[in-house]
């Protein structure tokens, strides 16, 4: 039960672009989608056309979670845009959402995946742990929009 979760299609974009944003309100972030967040302007072209893949999770229309992949060269792959609304938490949503993303790599041969991840998002983190990523002692501050935001680095074998 709950959203649904299926591939991106390009009308799904102004409700990931929204999603993501009250997210980041959440934490008093900004969202900049010209610069640090540029992934997102096409997200087709960013993740689909690139070898990577996108997925939004929905219900009633409304996108209540997104999750994307990106080849990194090899067998290496990037988790990111691991979202989920507010009202959403706590249902495992974001399980469903990494079990997707990580399925999906390991079917096209990918044996590592990596993330980057806040370090104000401490939910995240501990799914990320529970489902197997190891943290790296690596975090690196990147955002210039959100000069406060620290990103630390994950990663599992697949």
Avoid at 24 to 43: G, H, K, M, S, W
Avoid at 63 to 77: A, R, Y
């Amino acid at each position: 039960a709950g959203p649904a979760i299926r591939l991106f299609r390009p009308e799904d974009k102004p409700g990931v672009l929204a999603n993501i944003e009250a997210v980041y309100r959440d934490y008093n972030y900004t969202v900049d989608f010209d610069n640090f967040e540029a992934d997102l302007a096409d997200i087709q072209s960013t993740y689909q056309d690139a070898g990577g893949e996108f997925w939004v999770a929905v219900e009633g229309g409304v996108v209540t979670g997104s999750v994307g992949v990106l080849p990194h060269g090899g067998d290496t792959c990037e988790l990111k845009r691991l979202y989920v609304g507010h009202a959403y938490r706590r249902r495992g949503l974001a399980t469903r959402l990494l079990a997707t993303a990580r399925g999906w790599a390991m079917s096209r041969g990918y044996r590592r995946m990596y993330l980057w991840s806040d370090v104000l998002l401490t939910a995240a983190h501990a799914l990320y742990l529970k489902s197997g990523f190891r943290p790296g002692a690596e975090t690196r501050a990147i955002d210039p929009t959100n000069p406060t935001s620290v990103a630390r680095f994950f990663e599992i074998d697949l």
